[in-house]
Nanobody, 123 residues
Framework: QVQLVESGGGKVQPGGSLRLSCAAS????????MAWYRQGPGLQRELVARIRESGETHYADSVKGRFVISRTKPEDPNYRLYLQMNNLKPEDTDVYFCNAYVMSRAGIMNYWWGKGTQVTVSA
């Protein structure tokens, strides 16, 4: 089992900033790709940003230039994923989920999800 716990969500005014964190724990041998997704009510979950073990990043067009994804080094056992969100807009309001592609200590690869953290951008 792997647990992903997000934190850092909240309410912020347009133009403000938030930093999301995700802590991974459990049966982890290594973590390949980590990512942030978001989902609005009645909508599909969409990719916000992802980062590979190599450090290669990918962003949704809607957040390029405003959001920065980062993670702790692969060899660091304190597995952490971050999302620095700047110049937030009302349309960024969603529940944000942490996702990780993990190899367990038994050598099995699986995707895991956190429970999400609410981000609200409103005046």
């Amino acid at each position: 089992q792997v647990q992903l716990v997000e934190s850092g969500g909240g309410k912020v005014q347009p133009g403000g900033s938030l930093r999301l964190s995700c802590a991974a724990s459990g049966s982890i041998s290594l973590i390949d790709t980590m990512a942030w997704y978001r989902q609005g009510p009645g909508l599909q979950r969409e990719l916000v940003a992802r980062i590979r073990e190599s450090g290669e990043t990918h962003y949704a067009d809607s957040v390029k230039g405003r959001f920065v994804i980062s993670r702790t080094k692969p060899e660091d056992p304190n597995y952490r994923l971050y999302l620095q969100m700047n110049n937030l807009k009302p349309e960024d309001t969603d529940v944000y989920f942490c996702n990780a592609y993990v190899m367990s200590r038994a050598g099995i690869m699986n995707y895991w999800w956190g429970k999400g953290t609410q981000v609200t951008v409103s005046a």
